[in-house]
């Protein structure tokens, strides 16, 4: 197996947004993230489709909205994380990371919160997810989550 070389350029540019981007988090600051960090079009890829996910069909049409997958403009992000901060209690959350390489970099992100509504409204959750950034000059350009889905 032949060894594959990593531009050592990209993983810097990767790791300083990666920094800046656990610094808002754990800040608290997602929607500054998202104004500083990202690209004017991002491509979201999540686990699992929001539409097959239990308990959709009984969300609120606003959550549905919200809602982002596939090329995604930094609008429908921030209406989304908008509409995540507004209808969730959060008791609290960490973030770790960053670890880069190349041009992108990966964090551990889990959040405690109870949603306010749908279908598992006062229901305390704890959320964990591993994420995947990809940064191209110097902006995220894609987002990838992982998680459990044990339902």
Same mark, same amino acid.
């Given at each position: #197996?032949? /060894?594959?070389?990593?531009? /050592?350029?990209?993983?810097?540019?990767?790791?300083?947004?990666?920094?800046?981007?656990?610094?808002?988090?754990?800040?608290?600051?997602?929607?500054?993230?998202?104004?500083?960090? =990202?690209?004017?079009?991002?491509?979201?890829?999540?686990?699992?489709?929001?539409? !097959?996910?239990?308990? =959709?069909?009984?969300?609120?049409?606003?959550?549905?909205?919200? !809602? /982002? /997958?596939?090329?995604?403009?930094?609008?429908?992000?921030?209406?989304?994380?908008?509409?995540?901060?507004?209808?969730?209690?959060?008791?609290?959350?960490?973030?770790?990371?960053?670890?880069?390489?190349?041009?992108?970099?990966?964090?551990?992100?889990?959040?405690?919160?109870?949603?306010?509504?749908?279908? #598992?409204?006062?229901?305390?959750?704890? #959320? !964990?997810?591993?994420?995947? =950034?990809?940064?191209?000059?110097?902006?995220?350009?894609?987002?990838?989550?992982? =998680?459990? #889905?044990?339902?």
């Amino acid at each position: #197996m032949s /060894a594959t070389t990593i531009d /050592a350029s990209k993983t810097r540019e990767s790791m300083k947004v990666g920094k800046r981007l656990v610094e808002l988090c754990q800040q608290g600051e997602n929607r500054k993230a998202i104004e500083e960090l =990202y690209a004017d079009t991002v491509n979201v890829i999540e686990a699992m489709d929001c539409t !097959q996910m239990p308990g =959709y069909d009984d969300m609120p049409e606003d959550a549905k909205k919200a !809602q /982002a /997958a596939g090329p995604t403009s930094k609008a429908q992000l921030l209406e989304s994380s908008d509409w995540f901060f507004a209808n969730h209690e959060i008791h609290g959350g960490d973030v770790q990371g960053p670890y880069p390489l190349g041009d992108e970099f990966a964090c551990f992100m889990r959040m405690d919160c109870t949603p306010k509504v749908g279908p #598992m409204a006062n229901q305390r959750m704890d #959320m !964990q997810e591993a994420c995947v =950034y990809k940064v191209k000059d110097g902006k995220i350009v894609e987002s990838r989550f992982y =998680y459990g #889905m044990d339902f």
